[in-house]
């Protein structure tokens, strides 16, 4: 079980100190899909690598970050490398540049597993075209003797996915795992996390830009702007009653399934701040079309709005 509290991830920067993770608390039950959703720099990834340890020397996090209840933040590189991978994988937003480009996939898969299983050399590839043929995969024996380079964008990704179950991790963080792929592949790899997710009963952090994509899948779904959760529910929740005016504005974003119904709702319109520069009260009140004076002065908290459900902001109060 992973449990993060009031995390704040700090950056030097030659500009000054960035905060990209700003006060968040997140906690994956096992078996349980969480979602994490918000546009480009909310700080969805450093979100996942604070949790896994695998931060820059210029970052500084505080809070609090519990996997079955030990303290994971300030631990040794040592204790990081007990967990990552053995207990909490890692899917990294670029899979390509993951892979190692010198070596066939076989020989990555067979080198995982040998670490983390023993066995035999035979026994380890015998597993490994288990595993390929599990993310779907067609003829996983040819692709053992492949590069990375020779596979596209949506094997790699898959492969990857293969490379982390074959550690057969307690927690799946999955950061982007489907972004720059076409649709039906996005569709196939989600699907194909969730039913892992089901057979193994592993926990599953999902990251992504894309709420739409998110919602089918998430048992929760925590929508992030600008370093902060300003919204946390189930999908049904959200979609029902979206509660902050980024959720609403997130899930007019969406494309209908119906080209010919019309979106009468307001898009989201301006750019998102820069994190050195945010605005005074609420982050979000430079975009919300419902800004009051008020948002300007106060920075709202996340609150329990409803059982399960929190938000932050200061409309209906
Ligand atoms: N190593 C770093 N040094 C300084 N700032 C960083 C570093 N890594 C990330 N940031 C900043 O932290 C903020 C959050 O970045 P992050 O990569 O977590 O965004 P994200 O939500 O994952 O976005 P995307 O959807 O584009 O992947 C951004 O403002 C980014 O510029
Ligand atoms: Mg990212």
Redesign the pocket.
């Known amino acids: 079980m992973l449990k993060v509290d009031n995390l704040i991830t700090n950056?030097d920067?030659d500009d000054g100190q960035?905060r990209?993770v700003d006060g968040i608390s997140i906690s994956v039950a096992p078996g349980q899909f969480v979602g994490i959703v918000?546009?480009?720099?909310?700080?969805?990834?450093?979100?996942a690598h604070s949790i896994m340890g695998l931060l820059?020397k210029?970052?500084r996090c505080s809070g609090s970050v519990k996997w079955n209840g030990n303290e994971l933040l300030g631990g040794t590189e040592a204790q990081w490398r007990h967990i990552r991978g053995k207990e909490i994988g890692l899917i990294f937003?670029n899979a390509q540049a993951a892979l190692n480009p010198v070596f066939t996939i076989g020989s990555q898969m067979i080198e995982t597993i040998l670490l983390h299983h023993g066995g035999t050399k035979g026994d380890a590839a015998n597993r490994a075209i288990e595993l390929l043929r599990q993310v779907n995969l067609t003829d996983p024996e040819a692709r053992m003797s492949q590069y990375p380079h020779e596979c596209s964008l949506g094997m790699c990704q898959r492969i990857m996915i293969a490379i982390t179950l074959a550690m057969e991790p307690r927690l799946l963080i999955a950061d982007?795992p489907t972004a720059s792929l076409d649709v039906t592949v996005q569709a196939q790899i989600m699907r194909l996390i969730k039913g892992l997710q089901t057979q193994y009963g592993m926990g599953v952090l999902m990251i992504s830009?894309d709420l739409g994509l998110v919602a089918q899948t998430c048992d929760r779904v925590c929508i992030m702007y600008l370093g902060k959760i300003v919204e946390e529910g189930t999908p049904e929740q959200l979609f029902r009653t979206p509660k902050h005016p980024y959720t609403q504005a997130l899930i007019a974003a969406i494309p209908s399934a119906d080209p010919s119904a019309k979106n009468e709702s307001i898009p989201l319109k301006g750019e998102v701040p820069s994190?050195f520069h945010l605005p005074k009260g609420c982050r979000f009140s430079t975009r919300c079309p419902m800004v009051m004076d008020q948002c300007k002065q106060h920075e709202p908290e996340l609150e329990e709005w409803a059982q399960g459900r929190r938000v932050a902001c200061l409309l209906d109060r």
Request: charged share 15%; net charge negative; proline share 10%.
């Open positions: 950056f920067t960035l990209a918000g546009e480009s720099g909310s700080g969805k990834s450093v979100t820059p210029t970052a937003q982007e830009h994190p």
